[in-house]
């Protein structure tokens, strides 16, 4: 990996006094021009850029739900992410620095797009939890081995999955996304979204509470339990 | 040394606690209810599991076209 550093304090300041190597060349070399500079730059990004892809489009795909809007998503946010290098400091932040763009680039097109209201990611705030898939599998009398729960996270497959996540209502779709698929934190969450900490909180309850709730066909169809939807 | 705490309040912060979101004092006295409460540790490791299936999705092989599209793209910066 290159030296992050060496090119950043290359094209953004002067080299310290004193220290080695001048404008990011090894020591006693002429200071790199500005277009070794950005071929630093380039080859460095295409490097992360091509560590991270699957994950961008994965999460560019959950945010989406859309392959081809997926695909511009990634574009978007990677012509962003250029335009921008000189806000990444360290190359070790480069992965939380590309998602955060990701994200960014998503939520300010949803605000942007005229086919979804403001008022689509705000409904049914403050409607109470269902009951989670654990209280209704859980048997406490059997064994730990034989436990209804854990079989149905073995048998679930990755489609049941997405489609229980892709089926909730966006407000509460894009909170799990960010923290549980993206690994936000919540003041994270808060500000790509521009909500209060609160809501994240509130938010992410209720989308966990409902994607646990449409995961229950499933239970029911591996013959995991004998109760209904409703109880 | 952090108090005791019983099932409800471990259940009421299970979510926060495996996101990361706790302070440390909060953190330490969930963790030592999972350490006695096989319920509680059982809910814990469901969610915990279940996480893990919802962060695999964020994860998908990128079509060959969208890595054309990048690399061009990239040297065109």
């Known amino acids: ?231 | 040394m952090p108090s005791q705490i019983e099932c409800e309040e471990a259940v009421a912060r299970l979510l926060e606690y495996l996101d990361g979101e706790l302070e440390e004092a909060d953190r330490s006295r969930v963790e030592r209810h999972l350490e006695t409460c096989r319920g509680c540790f059982d809910r814990s490791e469901f969610e915990r599991r279940l996480r893990e299936l919802v962060a695999e999705t964020g994860s998908a092989p990128a079509p060959e076209s969208l890595r054309l599209r990048i690399r061009g793209l990239i040297e065109r910066f």
């Open chain 1, 1 to 231: 990996m290159e030296d992050w550093g060496v090119i950043s304090r290359s094209r953004s300041s002067p080299p310290r006094e004193g220290a080695r190597g001048g404008g990011g060349g090894p020591a006693g070399a002429p200071p790199a021009t500005g277009e070794e500079v950005t071929a630093r730059r380039r080859r460095v990004f295409q490097a992360e850029v091509e560590r991270l892809m699957d994950r961008l489009y994965g999460t560019a795909v959950r945010l989406t739900r859309n392959r081809a809007d997926a695909e511009d998503l990634v574009a978007e946010a990677l012509a962003r992410a250029w335009s921008r290098l000189d806000t990444l400091e360290d190359l070790q932040a480069f992965e939380k620095w590309i998602f955060r763009i990701l994200s960014n680039a998503f939520v300010s097109g949803r605000r942007r797009s005229r086919e979804t209201p403001a008022s689509a990611l705000l409904t049914g705030e403050d409607e109470g939890d269902t009951e989670s898939l654990f209280d209704r599998l859980h048997q406490p009398f059997l064994l730990w081995w034989d436990n209804p729960e854990q079989r149905l996270l073995d048998r679930l497959l990755r489609e049941d999955v997405e489609r229980a996540l892709d089926g909730l209502p966006d407000a509460y779709r894009l909170a799990v996304v960010l923290v549980d698929v993206e690994g936000f934190t919540y003041a994270e969450a808060a500000e790509t979204l521009s909500i209060p900490v609160g809501t994240v909180r509130s938010r992410l309850s209720r989308g966990r509470s409902l994607f646990q709730e449409a995961l229950w066909p499933q239970a029911r169809e591996l013959g995991l339990t004998t109760r209904g939807v409703g109880g």
